[in-house]
């Protein structure tokens, strides 16, 4: 009985199983189901232990999930030290999981995601990877291979985690006609997670921690209105003396300039940032860009 399993049974599954890996859950179905046939063909008791029936110095009889890793693991390792078509295809299968996990290295040098928790669907690199974390298990690779991400001082995979990077990725609109849930004025959790992270007080300010800041690099392609700003158009600008940005709507439109309205911030309550508060604005009653210019005796026109 245990020669059919080992070597006729088993590799039949593995042949089956070349393309898909099974969770843990899945595994512990299959040896169940192995265990009870092989006990009941061999008139075994039922409350044998389960390690005297895989164990080497026991029966011998081998376990699904052990046969997987070793299988799947020798193919990935094939795989990548082919010269040809097939080494060529798993690079880019590499270098496209790794764009897709948002990782600054090849997946197969700092992958730190256990099976339970991969959010990756039907991709084999990623799974093969997963199973391989969970067994302690690593590549050693030869430094060509690793596709180093270079740049910028916050890794966003050391920043948020890999189930935040990967939950809630459809938009409004899918939720809406693919599931029918009205997701309107809900903030979802994900967000509420990304503003405790990112906020000094998200409770009474929208300010950024000092290690988002970043310089100032404004770039300036015209000083000049573009020539499709129409009448009762909105616009914002930034005025390089005050290093302030003003919002303005165009009440005119003529030869010699344009006209723009100056609005504010209408602050509802001043002991709360106006970062925090509604989005209302209103027009503003006098500042140090007001400048009146008479159009006629009855109209007067406010520029900024």
Known sequence: ?????????????EYKSQLTIWNHNQ???????????????TSLVATIPNSVIHSSLGYGVKDIGT???????????????????????????????QSEMILTKSPTTEWNIKSCDLKVKYNILAATLAIMYD???????SGQD???????????????????????????????????????GR??????????????EKDSSRRLKSEFHMERNY????????????????????HEKNAVVYLGRVIETEVEGTIVEHWIHDIGVDNISPSVQLPI????????????HTKNQSKSMRKA
């Open 1 to 13: 009985m245990k020669y059919i399993y080992n070597h006729v049974i088993i590799p039949r599954i």
């Open 281 to 292: 604005i209103k027009k503003c009653s006098g500042c140090d860009l007001k400048e009146i």
């Open 219 to 238: 770039k300036c392609i015209s000083k000049d209105l573009v020539p499709e700003v129409k009448k009762r158009n909105w616009l914002a600008f930034y």
């Open 27 to 41: 595994i512990e179905q299959l040896n169940k189901l192995c265990r009870s046939m092989f006990k009941q063909k």
């Open 67 to 97: 046969i997987q890793l070793q299988r799947q693991v020798t193919r990935l390792y094939n795989q990548f030290n082919t010269q040809g078509v097939l080494g060529i295809i798993t690079r880019i299968r590499n270098k496209q999981l």
């Open 187 to 200: 903030k979802p959790s994900w967000f509420k997670s990304i503003e405790q992270k990112c906020l000094l």
């Open 135 to 141: 067994h302690n298990l690593t590549f050693r690779s």
């Open 146 to 184: 690793e596709n180093i991400i270079r740049g910028g001082s916050l890794c966003i995979t050391d920043f948020f985690t890999h189930n935040e990077l990967f939950k809630n990725r459809m938009n409004q609109q899918d939720l809406r006609i693919t599931l029918g849930i009205n997701t309107k």
